[in-house]
């Protein structure tokens, strides 16, 4: 009998340790839209934050063109 509480309590351990290493990777708070939804700080300073499958992420800044008409 206490083998069984043991494990229960282990598993209880084994699976909320995923359940907050989950909510701190990809919580609801980099959730976005636009790239513009994104925070200005989560990244280093040779990144730029972009939203890519509604999720905000670290990537490198793309070369834009522009071209005079």
């Known amino acids: 009998m ?3 509480l043991k494990f229960v ?3 209880i351990i ?3 340790s995923f359940i907050v290493s ?3 990777n990809g ?3 980099d959730k976005c839209f636009r790239d ?3 925070p200005k700080h989560m990244c280093p300073s040779s990144l ?3 939203c890519i499958n509604r999720l905000c992420r670290c990537r490198r800044p793309e070369l ?3 071209l005079n008409p």
């Open 9 to 11: 309590c282990v598993m």
């Open 2 to 4: 206490t083998e069984i």
């Open 64 to 66: 834009q063109v522009q």
């Open 36 to 38: 513009s939804d994104c």
């Open 48 to 50: 730029v934050a972009k």
């Open 14 to 16: 084994f699976i909320s």
């Open 27 to 29: 919580g609801g708070k």
């Open 22 to 24: 989950k909510s701190l």
